[in-house]
């Protein structure tokens, strides 16, 4: 939808379709008004219009995302019945085969399969069913076992996966896993895990996937490991708020 004065386009809402396991649901974005036409009801107006359009369409669920310092932008979504269902940043780092491990008695090793059940429960807990209409995230292809083994060579796909442990007892998980899209690293980490685990496996990947790629980006919930994914030498590239329509 846009907004025109006098002939000029001065305001835009879009709306981007989704499907996800039977469920039909619409993202808004691009939500902008021209500088010299802003506090006046315009962005209100278009974003309302918008939702009215996909409930017309009776989708089940309306999204957006914001980032988390747009606090003018927020107030809208928020008078408007959107509450925040979930906070993420993006991070970034360049690969280095010369940095240093923390001096910290965390092993890394290979994924052992006997990890799987505990990092399905971690992984589903960080990356929730309910925002993977967007990201599609699918961790079938991380299961140990011969007919992932057999599918993944199928579909040439090389993924990597470590595990963080301390004395025999699992800290953190993470899996490498290059789709072609952006953020193809997943973290798996216990509530309680030391998060040093978590910056030993950000510090490996960033050695171990030297030779391949320039720098790895991942995606991963605001938390109590913010500062470990920074000590890795990861820098954040924006934190999302992912907004639910409630009315
Ligand atoms: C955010 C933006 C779309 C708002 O457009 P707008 O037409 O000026 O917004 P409206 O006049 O419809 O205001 C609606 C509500 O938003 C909030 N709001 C908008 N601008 C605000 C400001 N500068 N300060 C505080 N609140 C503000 C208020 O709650 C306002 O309601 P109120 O006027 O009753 O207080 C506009 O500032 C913009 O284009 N920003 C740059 C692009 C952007 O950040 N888009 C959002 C992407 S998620």
Do not use: C
């Not at 962005?43 to 309306?62: P, S």
């Not at 059940?117 to 699918?138: K, V």
């Not at 057999?150 to 699992?170: C, E, G, P, S």
């Amino acid at each position: 939808y846009i907004w025109e004065e006098n002939g000029h386009i001065v305001g835009n809402a879009s709306l981007v379709p989704f499907r996800h396991k039977g469920h039909r649901l619409y993202l808004i974005a691009n939500v902008a008004v021209h500088p010299d036409h802003r506090r006046k009801g315009i962005a209100r107006a278009l974003t309302e219009r918008a939702m009215q359009h996909a409930r017309e369409r009776k989708v089940d669920d309306i999204w957006l995302h914001v980032r988390e310092d747009n606090l003018e932008a927020i107030r809208l979504y928020t008078s408007l019945g959107f509450v925040e269902r979930a906070r993420r940043t993006n991070w970034q780092a360049a690969t280095d085969s010369h940095l240093n491990y923390l001096d910290a008695d965390i092993a890394i090793t290979k994924r052992n399969p006997r990890f799987w059940a505990t990092q399905l429960h971690w992984l589903s807990r960080l990356y929730p069913d309910e925002l993977g209409w967007h990201i599609h995230w699918n961790f079938n292809s991380l299961k140990p076992g011969l007919w992932t083994w057999l599918y993944l060579i199928f579909i040439d796909m090389n993924i990597r996966q470590w595990a963080a442990v301390q004395r025999d007892t699992l800290l953190s998980t993470l899996s490498w896993i290059p789709t072609g899209r952006g953020e193809s690293l997943f973290a798996a980490i216990g509530d309680e895990s030391d998060p040093e685990a978590l910056t030993q496996l950000l510090i490996h990947a960033r050695r171990d996937l030297y030779l391949s790629y320039p720098s790895v980006t991942f995606e991963f919930p605001v938390s109590r490991f913010d500062n470990a994914i920074r000590d890795a030498g990861f820098k954040p590239l924006r934190t999302l708020i992912w907004m639910q329509a409630t009315s």
